[in-house]
């Protein structure tokens, strides 16, 4: 059998399955059976496409594309927001754009500049402040501007944010308080492996490789029990627990 008719097949046996897990009327399998590739496009652009366009998965995946097609476009969209008003939310979604396309010193400036006001000590703006300075190699800039965080703001929660605390401390050297926050981070139930592993790595540089190989294996138990999905998202966890637990 040809290639094409192997595609062909695949395709219409996918819509089918979609006709019948979506409810979509039965005679669309018929007319799919009989009609190869043209039926497989009218059945894409009647039934799939307008239905992907009200899906906030499918709304996200295409948001994705574009951002690696154009990295850029979120940012170029803030910025003439900010020009044409000037307001604290526009400034706050600039930052956010400037700190996803890695422009950390832009993202530092706009974050301080919103820090004003009502909104001087606001969680998340300090969050996203302490984010920049982090990838701007200023970790005592930025566990400075956590420990105001919670100063202000002790009911606040993120998790993401307690990990990058504990990075932060981490960089500075203070080992022990930063081994303390990893611990917590992980009996907390951080989502993803990459506080456990990061946890392990500082146990075994600090020659606690016992604790440090039960982590390891931890994550690796772990991934393996979980969906697909999940063992791609923590690929790179993944792999430095093989390397380091050999």
């Given at each position: 059998?040809?290639?094409?008719?192997?595609?062909?097949?695949?395709?219409?046996?996918?819509?089918?399955?979609?006709?019948?897990?979506?409810?979509?009327?039965?005679?669309?399998?018929?007319?799919?059976?009989?009609?190869?590739?043209?039926?497989?496009?009218?059945?894409?652009?009647?039934e799939?496409?307008?239905?992907?366009?009200?899906?906030?998965?499918?709304?996200?995946?295409?948001?994705?594309?574009?951002?690696?097609?154009?990295?850029?476009?979120?940012?170029?969209?803030?910025?003439?927001?900010?020009?044409?008003?000037d307001?604290?939310?526009?400034?706050?979604?600039?930052a956010?754009?400037?700190?996803?396309?890695?422009?950390?010193?832009?993202?530092?400036?706009?974050?301080?500049?919103?820090?004003?006001?009502?909104?001087?000590?606001?969680?998340?703006?300090?969050?996203?402040?302490?984010?920049?300075?982090?990838?701007?190699?200023?970790?005592?800039?930025?566990?400075?501007?956590?420990?105001?965080?919670?100063?202000?703001?002790?009911?606040?929660?993120?998790?993401?944010?307690?990990?990058?605390?504990?990075?932060?401390?981490?960089?500075?050297?203070?080992?022990?308080?930063?081994?303390?926050?990893?611990e917590?981070?992980?009996?907390?139930?951080?989502?993803?492996?990459?506080?456990?592993?990061?946890?392990?790595?500082?146990?075994?540089?600090?020659?606690?490789s016992?604790?440090?190989?039960?982590?390891?294996?931890?994550?690796?138990?772990?991934?393996?029990?979980?969906?697909?999905?999940?063992?791609?998202?923590?690929?790179e966890?993944?792999?430095?627990?093989?390397?380091?637990?050999?």
């Amino acid at each position: 059998m040809s290639p094409i008719l192997i595609l062909s097949a695949l395709l219409q046996i996918g819509c089918a399955v979609h006709v019948v897990r979506t409810g979509r009327p039965m005679y669309w399998i018929f007319i799919l059976l009989i009609g190869s590739f043209i039926a497989v496009a009218i059945y894409f652009f009647a039934e799939v496409l307008p239905g992907m366009r009200h899906s906030p998965g499918a709304r996200r995946a295409i948001r994705g594309v574009h951002d690696r097609i154009d990295p850029e476009r979120g940012k170029r969209r803030a910025t003439r927001a900010l020009d044409i008003a000037d307001t604290q939310d526009n400034r706050r979604r600039l930052a956010e754009q400037s700190l996803l396309s890695g422009d950390y010193q832009q993202a530092a400036e706009l974050y301080r500049s919103a820090l004003k006001g009502l909104y001087k000590t606001d969680p998340n703006l300090l969050l996203g402040l302490a984010q920049a300075q982090f990838a701007l190699d200023q970790p005592q800039q930025a566990r400075q501007t956590l420990d105001e965080l919670i100063a202000a703001n002790p009911d606040f929660r993120s998790a993401d944010g307690h990990l990058l605390y504990a990075r932060a401390v981490e960089a500075t050297g203070d080992v022990a308080a930063a081994l303390h926050e990893y611990e917590a981070i992980v009996a907390g139930g951080h989502p993803g492996e990459e506080a456990r592993v990061r946890y392990a790595l500082l146990l075994k540089r600090q020659g606690e490789s016992a604790k440090a190989d039960a982590l390891f294996a931890e994550t690796l138990k772990r991934v393996k029990l979980s969906p697909g999905y999940y063992q791609r998202e923590q690929r790179e966890w993944v792999e430095i627990a093989k390397r380091e637990s050999r």
